[in-house]
């Protein structure tokens, strides 16, 4: 049942109006039910393991606040070994298996490794993640276990968020379950606003975008360089859309629960650098990963190198997070070089100042470079492989031709207009923006109603499940 689709919708419907209607006091059993079905209509067997999942960590982390047979250590250790396994074995198992055949195939051993017949249950990356960092405040003494077993099993399965984030702190979401969870009539309709950007987001541009590049990416030998040029930067606008529209469909749906959702996208293509995207893109996975790896490999008074070398181990272990392949990898790899090349230069150039230039115009020049190179780096998101991502980009500089986008229609591109209308307002005139619709409903009734008549004439209803809900 993803997003996406009209049994979701129905789905919602259904929750949300019975949410309003019970007792404040069974508002929380609602949500615990509608998760439950909500993993249960993927599979019924997944399902089970992730609840046994949510009950290991459950007892883990009273394990760690009270310990009885071992010692606190000793439980808190097997809790994020048994996490990190579980994840490595459903998620990376092939992948091992592939790479360890590839090395025994060079040196001449004739013998074949079997593939295992494996499918990951939904949202294990994100669920494994929050699960870690559960364990790891509760050592800390950041928060106190969890006793109430209903409202942990929310936190990991909460349907708005399970399938691809954003990644939830426990004290943060928690603590939402332990208040009135209150429905008004204010918070359905910014809830539905919400929705309805995250359904423009998808089915009109990510889904609309996803025909040619996967029309470009599956053969690039017949593709020029302007196309497979073209396709690129379409992908990185897609992928945005796909995600942050999930994520704006998931915090709508929780706002009209009560619920409120860390925001995980800050308009990240007018980020000035590549640690500015990493604040604005993806939020909470960032936050994540420099809290519970980078802070703890650095230590205190860390010095330039080991600084760096973090990084890149971070950004190792975010590639590899996104998906079990080198091009995932690479990719991480790249984000973290360019990271620790933004260090240099700013120690380099930390106490010169350039005032030849307008400030405003190296501000535009480095968000164009910034957006160019992300973009740049998605050809390794986005290939199969390393061999292909290489060729991409030899193809890029080699091959000419014209470029043809079919789906180059007037509305088509007036979508993408009005996305990047509202994501510049919204980055640098969001205080006017708000001013003038709060004095004008004729604004946002047109806004909206412009809105909903692109999805109906534009939107692929037929499109795939999310990007983020694979990894």
Not at 39 to 51: E, G, R, T
Not at 95 to 102: D, K, P, S
Request: aromatic share 18%; with cysteine.
């Amino acid at each position: 049942m993803n997003f996406n689709t009209l049994y979701f919708i129905l789905f919602v419907c259904s929750v949300v109006a019975l949410f309003c209607t019970v007792n404040q006091r069974f508002r929380i059993y609602v949500l615990l039910i509608a998760s439950c079905l909500f993993c249960i209509s993927f599979s019924f067997v997944h399902f089970l393991i992730l609840l046994g999942t949510v009950g290991f960590n459950y007892l883990i982390g009273l394990g760690i606040q009270s310990p009885r047979f071992f010692s606190k250590k000793t439980i808190y250790l097997s809790g994020l070994i048994a996490n990190i396994a579980f994840l490595a074995y459903y998620k990376y198992a092939n992948f091992f298996i592939n790479n360890i055949q590839e090395s025994l195939m060079f040196v001449g051993w004739p013998g074949h490794l079997n593939n295992l017949n494996i499918i990951a249950p939904i949202g294990l990356s994100f669920l494994t993640f929050q699960a870690i960092s559960y364990l790891i405040d509760i050592k800390r003494e950041a928060i106190e276990p969890e006793k109430n077993f209903f409202h942990l099993t929310i936190y990991f399965l909460y349907f708005p968020k399970i399938l691809a984030g954003p990644i939830e702190r426990a004290n943060t979401f928690l603590s939402q379950l332990k208040q009135p969870l209150k429905a008004c009539p204010s918070t359905i309709k910014d809830g539905l606003k919400l929705c309805l950007l995250g359904f423009f987001k998808k089915l009109v541009i990510a889904d609309r975008l996803t025909e040619y590049v996967n029309k470009v990416y599956d053969a690039p030998d017949y593709f020029s360089s302007q196309a497979l040029i073209a396709a690129t930067i379409f992908f990185t606008i897609q992928l945005y859309c796909d995600f942050s529209g999930y994520c704006d469909i998931g915090m709508g749906i929780s706002k009209m629960l009560g619920i409120k959702l860390t925001k995980n996208f800050n308009h990240p293509f007018f980020a000035e650098s590549f640690t500015d995207f990493w604040k604005r893109w993806h939020i909470t996975l960032s936050s994540w990963l420099r809290d519970y790896v980078f802070l703890p490999l650095c230590g205190r008074r860390a010095k330039h190198i080991k600084i760096y070398r973090s990084i890149i181990i971070v950004f190792a272990i975010s590639g590899l997070w996104h998906g079990a392949n080198w091009t995932f990898i690479v990719w991480g790899l790249l984000h973290g070089v360019f990271i620790v090349i933004e260090n240099i230069i700013k120690r380099i150039f930390k106490n010169h100042e350039f005032n030849l230039i307008p400030q405003q115009l190296v501000i535009s020049l480095k968000i164009v470079l910034t957006f160019f190179l992300v973009t740049a780096t998605r050809v390794f998101f986005r290939a199969k492989n390393i061999d292909e991502a290489l060729y991409i980009f030899k193809r890029m500089f080699t091959i000419a031709g014209n470029f043809d986008f079919s789906e180059g229609r007037f509305l088509f591109f007036l979508a993408i207009i009005m996305l990047l209308i509202y994501e510049i307002t919204a980055e640098y005139f969001s205080k006017k923006l708000i001013s003038l619709s709060n004095n004008s409903r004729l604004l946002k009734l047109g806004f909206t109603v412009t809105i909903i008549a692109l999805i109906i004439l534009l939107g692929e209803f037929n499109g795939g499940r999310f990007i983020y809900a694979r990894f």
